[in-house]
């Protein structure tokens, strides 16, 4: 009996640690939130209190919602998302901060070539322009709480 609870428990801790990938997109675990954060030539948020694992659900809710937001930002140089998830690679974590919950995401386009085979761990891109950027979505709130793109 010992050894079956061990044996679950290892399995939880092992599903909770490793990201979920679903075609172009992927839930990282929390302890990638540090990392994906640390972007070279974007501004990021701030890393939170605590991370949590999101749901698809909040993603398909952010995913539904960045379009207008990216064309309503002055800082977007002329880029069009479109519908996503087409022509994106997305990579997304769970930020805790004053007990809220708020989503993250990395955006870099599928035409790169980059991080084909990196979906499920933290890509950081410098430089490459507005097409890769990362985006904070207040779940609560229901709003973006921070876009930026990379430089040049």
């Known amino acids: 009996m010992i050894r079956m609870l061990t044996a679950i ?26 990392e994906i954060l640390d972007q070279c030539s974007r501004d990021s948020p701030a890393p939170g ?5 999101p749901e698809w ?11 207008a937001a990216v064309a309503a930002s002055p800082e977007r140089r002329g880029l069009v998302v479109g519908q996503l998830p087409i022509g994106w690679k997305r990579q997304y974590v769970g930020i805790v901060r004053n007990g809220e919950r708020f989503l993250y995401g990395n955006f870099y386009p599928v035409r790169s070539g980059l ?17 890769y950027f990362g985006v904070e979505y207040d779940l609560k709130a229901g709003r973006f709480s921070h876009l930026a793109f990379n430089g040049p």
């Open 115 to 131: 991080g084909e085979d990196r979906i499920a761990e933290p890509l950081i891109i410098c430089d490459g322009g507005p097409e």
């Open 9 to 34: 428990l290892g399995l939880l801790v092992a599903s909770c640690s490793a990201a979920e990938v679903r075609g172009d997109a992927a839930i990282l675990p929390g302890s990638a939130v540090s």
């Open 57 to 67: 659900q909040d993603v398909l809710k952010l995913e539904a919602e960045l379009p």
């Open 49 to 53: 209190d605590a991370t949590w694992r």
